[in-house]
């Protein structure tokens, strides 16, 4: 018996081979005003049966009846017109060598012509019938904000599968050429203003924003409209989360904190970066960080020859080979357990590595936890990068990137003297011939480890109080991998000794982002105010008072340059004491 797809293509081979007998018919019809004889008839349903033979061998030999082409798509469609020409030009050219006269010499063209339109849109009837019985009503009634390809595959998804959560009853699009569009036969019913109309007259429960590149305001917008509807919002990646330009359903998600704070449209020239990465070694120091983690998810994107993770945290090892490979067995030598404190460590890593680009993502960071330890900020945050900058120097690494923070701007903290001094360092090495070694500086990242959206998670799900220092404290915020992926943009952009600050947009007050997690919640719970700590600011900076904001590169990198400070002139004896330890690192940020 034969198997389902042998009939399919059978029945397509018998189905185009009619159409050319049909197809010639009708062409011999026409050429005779509507009253051809039987005997030209005949012969005009012998010439079809000809090329529709004709059209089978072609189609067979450009496997168009052997599965090759997806039923109905614009490939299939190509292979149809290919056959055609082959068919009809071949039939034309034999009848005005060999032809008697009995068919008109026009016949094969004319036949050509229909035949290709009546395979093509018997393709079309059968898919639009296909897709039609496939489609399912049975998920949440939709609204997609965003009528472009990404809703337009949105849509399609959701149509087609029977599983869906969602069916698609309207789009809404800000685009006025858009107004009357329909995608898959949903309607565009608006604008992105009409989101409460559009929900009562739909009835629709779901709202899915379709816009990878779109801001965080807009997200908040648009999330505080849904709410007032009764709608439920949903999201898909930012541009650079969605991998091979194709969004599925799986893509959609809840509409986080970080999007509606953080998100921004942001453009990169990936030639850079790859030219940077591709091919290339590549060493991240503190891979199991918030930071370190995301970058090396990205790195891997580029294809590079070897990517080495290194960490003293084995269970954060752990974790980030298992987010990049889907295992994680740690047997393989790109995983690397060091600390940065250990020079003779690094030194025999970096002898085994040889990185073309070193990314150091290794430090300390928690503000009330450095201003009680500042020695521990000095041997990890100062010698550390020390240690890494000199052992990547001594092995030839010809780019370096140090990851820095908008604390080391106009610095008022240990974690600021810190990482500016980490700056310092980094201009201060020469960079081996034609290489660069640089620092980029940003603001909080949000859904890092211990980052406020962590806290104020826990203290809402406990019921509160919410604590806050100051109701006008203001910060930076950025989601992690849109920063992580304008600090590869900034390392390929960067030059030797330069400092990049990203542009981390407009500051939020954290007291608004306490006020509206609470209200999302939909529970009574109080805001205290705790006061400032020791060291804070009550608004953060990312360009120091001496530093000009100039961006010749990048609408969003800034370059400066900060003085340098050689390695040799780090007083690595002042580790033994705290309070000489703060004093030296304050002291290298003046100087």
């Known amino acids: 018996m034969l198997s389902s797809p042998i009939v399919r293509r059978f029945s397509q081979a018998g189905f185009d081979f009619m159409c050319w007998v049909i197809g010639a018919a009708i062409a011999v019809t026409l050429r005779f005003d509507l009253t051809p004889s039987v005997t030209q008839l005949k012969d005009a349903l012998l010439l079809g049966a000809v090329m529709g033979l004709f059209q089978v061998v072609a189609g067979w030999s450009l496997q168009l009846y052997r599965g090759r082409y997806r039923f109905g798509s614009f490939d299939e469609v190509i292979g149809v017109v290919t056959t055609t020409f082959l068919v009809g030009g071949a ?11 009995s068919v008109p010499r026009s016949t094969p063209i004319i036949a050509a012509g229909i035949a290709m339109v009546s395979m093509l849109a018997g393709r079309f009837v059968v898919r639009a019938y296909r897709e039609k019985k496939r489609t399912t009503h049975v998920g949440k009634p939709t609204v997609v904000l965003g009528a472009g390809d990404a809703g337009e595959q949105l849509v399609k998804a959701m149509l087609l599968d029977s599983r869906a959560d969602y069916d698609p009853v309207a789009l809404l699009d800000d685009d006025p050429t858009k107004r009357r569009l329909r995608l898959n036969g949903v309607p565009v019913r608006g604008t992105s203003t009409d989101v409460g109309k559009v929900a009562e007259r739909t009835g629709a429960t779901v709202l899915v924003v379709a816009i990878a590149q779109v801001e965080s305001g807009k997200l908040l917008e648009w999330e505080r409209e849904a709410r007032a509807a009764g709608m439920q919002m949903r999201v898909i990646p930012s541009t650079q989360d969605i991998v091979g330009g194709a969004v599925k359903l799986g893509d959609i998600s809840q509409v986080t904190e970080e999007d509606l704070l953080g998100r921004r449209p942001i453009e990169t020239e990936e030639a850079g970066i790859d030219a940077m990465l591709g091919g290339r070694r590549v060493l991240i120091t503190g891979a199991g960080g918030s930071i370190g983690s995301e970058l090396a998810r990205q790195v891997h994107r580029y294809r590079p020859a070897y990517v080495g993770l290194l960490d003293r945290d084995e269970s954060a090892l752990h974790a980030v080979q298992m987010s990049i490979h889907g295992r994680a067995l740690l047997d393989s030598d790109d995983v690397i357990l060091a600390d940065i404190r250990d020079l003779d460590r690094l030194r025999a890593v970096m002898d085994h590595v040889r990185p073309d680009v070193v990314f150091h993502a290794a430090a300390l960071k928690h503000m009330p936890l450095l201003e009680r330890a500042p020695d521990e900020a ?31 701007a106009n610095p008022e903290n240990v974690l600021g003297y810190s990482k500016k001094t980490t700056e310092r360092l980094t201009a201060g090495v020469p960079a081996p011939a034609g290489g660069r070694y640089l620092s980029v500086r940003f603001g909080n990242v949000l859904g890092s480890r211990g980052s406020v959206l962590t ?35 900034a390392a390929s952009l960067g030059e030797d000794s330069e400092t990049l600050i990203l542009d981390m947009g ?19 719970i109080k805001i205290v105010y705790t006061g400032l700590r020791p060291g804070e600011k009550m608004h953060e900076e990312l360009i120091g008072d001496d530093e000009q904001d100039e961006r010749p590169k990048h609408p969003l990198i800034t370059h400066v340059r900060v003085k340098p400070l050689g390695c040799d002139e780090v007083d690595v004896e002042v580790r033994v004491c705290p309070e000489t330890a703060l004093q030296w690192m304050r002291a290298a940020t003046d100087r």
């Open 91 to 101: 039939t034309t050219v034999a009848l005005l060598l060999v032809g008697d006269g």
């Open 455 to 489: 806290a104020f998670r826990a203290q809402i799900a406990a019921g509160g109080p919410v604590t806050v220092t100051d109701p006008e404290v203001t910060r930076f915020f950025m989601t992690i991998p849109e920063a992580v992926h304008l600090v590869l943009q």
């Open 506 to 524: 407009e500051p939020v007050k954290i007291d608004n982002v306490a006020k509206h997690m609470i209200e999302k919640s939909g529970r009574d």
């Open 378 to 408: 000095f041997k990890t945050n100062v010698l550390g990068t020390r240690n890494v900058l000199m052992s990547a120097r001594e092995f030839g690494a010809p780019v370096f990137v140090n990851i820095s923070t908008d604390k080391a």
